[in-house]
């Protein structure tokens, strides 16, 4: 006998019925965040057990796990209670019902996202206001308790500080060994004496906070706290690595904002870290970050649907309190993509063409499907994070007239003009960084020696990560405010395993070497190193800063031996912070 499905929501059993789509919902969030932390508990066990692949391998599944749980809340709405005979007074019962449940939920930012994504695959987008979903924060996350707390506190006035750091450090449950902890504590305390002054008065309330669960991110653990004393605050990161016999040691510890903005950064793997009140651990990271803002932060600890969320609440605030104009964003014309900017605001949109000028050999379908490898890949701090999203609605007013003429001419199939409003389908957006190209043109000797040094690292942390970046044009890459070169353009990614690289055949006839074009043959996968200096290297000035510090780069044999360690299997080291950090060469024995 088929089971009878519930009628549709009317004023007798509204509010029950209301209830239960609400609690499915909410069903659906608690599904995913328990599944999330299982993922970030295991991490630790993979670091115990130096089990590398296991964490990459996490990072990478955990970033669908959310997807999953919206289609499954969705599937059984649609399927229990047939939603699209709602009325508007129905949906305002849902939220409200979604809104009590979550009075002593300990992730109530993150269940109201999850809200949000359910309803938009259900909801037209004439509902996408705050009335039904959250396009405001309904539910404070100020002081929510976490068992056990989530940071610890330490006063070294009582124990010293050489004895503090070894209790947070066995307090945070590694079993496995140390090499000479001694010897790095030494070092830990060395590091910090330089940037305490001189004489050092304590203050009653000296004290160290570290948060209570470490972060875990390709083969490193992190230790993250905050030196307290009086109004004065000494944010620090210390890594734990393993050495080749899987013991312990640490790494160095990162004491300046600089550093440690460069190490959170979401253009690296997303953190594996379990928390159980993840607003605790943002506004704990926040203190330590005042400059980086909140949707970042939950970005990098792997919540990255609620920080988009909360990246689009600050993309309308900030267009609520501003009247510049959308315009081309300043650079050569991709290609692939339209580009363009709101100058007041640090971030570039991108909208995937319709027609892709040849010699590019894409699809938009293609360009899609490099975005995903790039969002689930390890970045390596060298490939711009990107949020994607659909139909969003911008003001048409704040176009340029150029700006909307060119969007209706390339991408006339993701634009939408809806009188006041200009809605754009799919897009992505990165935060804007200088072109290396344009950088170069305007660099002086210094810079430009900086910048090519940075270009040519760039590539080469790609290549150990397993990416060759394909388009290798400067204007590609990007300069962030801290002089780091990061790749952006993504269309022509591949792996590094996939490529095949060549060295140039030499011409046996004058025929073959006064050839137009190529005489001998060419495969899909087929790189020449040596052509590089051909289309990058024009300007003397380039090359000589080029072949000073990567003239490796174009030698196939350079090519092909990193090749040789990923097919080995070997992950390599890429610091998420300067090798001349490191203990290893900041005391290395004499």
């Not at 991490?43 to 499954?72: C, L, S």
């Not at 003001?395 to 003429?405: A, V």
């Amino acid at each position: 006998m088929q089971q009878s499905l519930p009628q549709p929501l009317v004023a007798s059993g509204q509010k029950e019925l209301a209830l239960s789509i609400a609690q499915v919902m909410l069903q659906g969030f608690n599904k995913h965040y328990r599944i999330f932390r299982e993922a970030c508990q295991a991490a630790k066990r993979h670091f115990e057990t130096g089990n590398w692949p296991a964490v990459q391998r996490a990072y990478r599944e955990r970033i669908d796990f959310y997807d999953k749980r919206v289609m499954e809340a969705v599937e059984r709405i649609e399927r229990g209670f047939h939603p699209d005979s709602f009325d508007d007074a129905a949906w305002q019962q849902i939220k409200l019902h979604y809104i009590g449940l979550l009075t002593y939920h300990k992730q109530p930012e993150c269940a109201e996202t999850f809200f949000n994504s359910v309803c938009c695959k259900i909801l037209q987008r004439t509902y996408f206001h705050n009335t039904f979903i959250f396009v405001r924060p309904a539910v404070s996350t100020e002081h929510i308790d976490a068992d056990p707390p989530s940071y610890r506190s330490y006063y070294p006035r009582k124990y010293g500080l050489r004895r503090t750091l070894a209790r947070m450090l066995q307090d945070i449950g590694l079993e496995r060994p140390f090499v000479d902890l001694r010897r790095d504590l030494g070092h830990v305390l060395r590091m910090w004496r330089k940037i305490l002054p001189r004489p050092l008065h304590l203050e009653a309330n000296h004290q160290i906070q570290i948060l209570s669960s470490l972060f875990y991110r390709n083969k490193g653990a992190y230790l993250v706290g905050r030196m307290i004393n009086g109004n004065q605050d000494y944010p620090f990161v210390i890594p734990v690595l393993h050495d080749r016999e899987g013991k312990l040691f640490l790494d160095t510890v990162l004491l300046e904002r600089v550093q440690l903005d460069i190490f959170f950064s979401t253009n690296r793997a997303y953190f594996l870290v379990d928390m159980e009140v993840p607003s605790a651990y943002v506004q704990f990271l926040h203190g330590l970050l005042p400059y980086k803002p909140k949707w970042e932060i939950y970005t990098l600890l792997g919540l990255q649907k609620h920080g988009k969320n909360l990246f689009y609440r600050d993309f309308l605030h900030h267009l609520r309190h501003s009247s510049d104009d959308f315009i081309n964003a300043p650079g050569i014309r991709g290609l692939v993509m339209s580009v363009f900017t709101l100058p007041s605001y640090p971030y570039v949109f991108k909208v995937i063409k319709d027609v892709i000028t040849p010699p590019k050999e894409v699809t938009r379908q293609l360009v899609k499907e490099k975005y995903w490898l790039v969002k689930h890949h390890d970045r390596v701090g060298r490939m711009a994070d990107t949020l994607e999203y659909s139909d969003v609605a911008f003001p048409k007013k704040r176009f340029t007239r150029e700006l909307l003429d060119e969007l209706r001419a390339l991408a006339p199939s993701v634009i939408e003009d809806e009188g006041d409003t200009i809605v754009i389908k799919h897009l992505y957006i990165e935060r804007r960084m200088v072109p290396l190209n344009i950088f170069l043109d305007q660099a002086d000797d210094r810079q430009r020696e900086h910048a090519i040094e940075e270009y040519g690292r760039a590539i080469k942390q790609l290549a150990a990560a397993n990416i060759f970046a394909g388009d290798l044009l400067f204007k590609n890459f990007g300069v962030t405010r801290y002089g780091r070169v990061v790749f952006y353009d993504y269309d022509e990614i591949d792996y590094l395993s996939n490529c095949n690289f060549r060295k140039l055949p030499q011409a046996q006839t004058e025929e073959q070497e006064l050839a137009a074009e190529p005489w001998y043959s060419v495969g899909p996968k087929d790189i020449f190193p040596e052509e590089f200096a051909t289309f990058l290297l024009t300007d003397d000035r380039v090359r000589d800063c080029f072949m000073r510090h990567h003239g490796d780069l174009l030698d196939v044999a350079s090519w092909q031996a990193m090749q040789q360690l990923i097919a080995a299997g070997e992950m390599q080291d890429v610091f998420p912070y300067a090798e001349a950090l490191r203990f290893c060469n900041l005391f290395a024995p004499r």
